[in-house]
């Protein structure tokens, strides 16, 4: 267990101690400099309980790549993931939103952290629209798939598989989903949603489009890369899906950008961690189910940022209602096993 969360506890230490030194600095006092600590320690906890159905999803597309593509997603990927949609997403958004520069956005979360908080919450409805629709897709395609015979929630996911050869029905589900959800919302705040949950939409299926372009064509098989450069970019968006929820519920938390950055980034190693012990200790095949809590894990996420966009949702509830999808298809997984071995025994 050690050798996989090594680095989880080096970035641990590293980003604790960043987050002292930013405290003092910015407090000047003990009481302050143990509370900014804490903050890292809540929001690090926040991103685990938020992203542990990430882990899980990663680890399933992970399988399947090319081991040269696996390291560069445990690589290039928590890169990505850490730098990309913990520091620079919340800037992009303010540079968006308030049509500034990046070094003026920058400058904004240093000076003006309440200013910069107040923006970024104003931009969540197409946040939660966007990667609400994006998360969506990912879990209805898992079920819709006429070729998966494990079902968890038997009377529903049996139901689900069976009406999977018709085309395009999950856009179709996704998209009444979405006037569905329009129309509690008022007009302006439609028009937001609606563009911002079909763009939403969209780059699920020009990534999928692209996946299979990238890894069915015959240079890049040649090259080696089959499997490889389209689940790299698919996992890289499923990734910035699920940040949107944390990062914004960070703010709730504390308006300091780099406090955000160093708890949600030492999260995210965490989330690299245990997806390699998932693939390499074969954990998915082990228990069959898990994967089910995940994706049904997924659809919940997307449901409740949609939800979002009408009331707001404590950050606690989003991740424990996740973690509880998951245990309960942990503990279902553990049952079956214990029968068929019992059914082998007695055979």
Known sequence: ?????????????????????????????FGGTLTIFFICLVLAVLEISLSFDNAIVNANKLKDMTPVWQRRF???????????????FPLLIVVIAADIGPWQAMVLAAARPEEYAAIMHEAHL????????????????????????????RWLESHMQRYATIRGIEVAVVLMIILAFSRFLEPAEWQVFFTAAIWG????????????????????RAAGAQGGLGAFLYLEVLDASFSFDGVIGAFALTNNLFIIAIGLGIGAMYVRSMTI????????????????????????LSVIMYLQSLVHIPEVITGLGGAALIGVSLWSSVRWNRREANAQTDA
């Open 74 to 88: 445990l690589t290039w990927g928590i890169l990505i993931a850490v730098f990309g949609m913990r520091i620079v």
């Open 1 to 29: 267990m050690l050798q996989y969360f090594k680095w989880a506890f080096i970035v641990t230490g590293v980003g604790l101690v960043l987050g002292a030194i930013l405290g003092w600095r910015t407090t000047g006092t």
């Open 201 to 220: 939409l969209l780059t699920f299926l020009l990534v999928e489009v692209l996946g299979g372009l990238l890894d069915s064509a015959q240079d890049i």
């Open 126 to 153: 197409p946040i939660a629209a966007y990667g609400g629709t994006f998360l969506m897709m990912v879990g209805l395609s898992f079920f819709f798939d006429h070729e998966k015979d494990v079902h968890w929630v």
């Open 277 to 300: 012990m998932l693939v390499e200790k074969g954990t998915l095949t082990q228990y069959r189910y898990l994967e089910h809590g995940a994706f049904w894990a997924i659809i919940a």
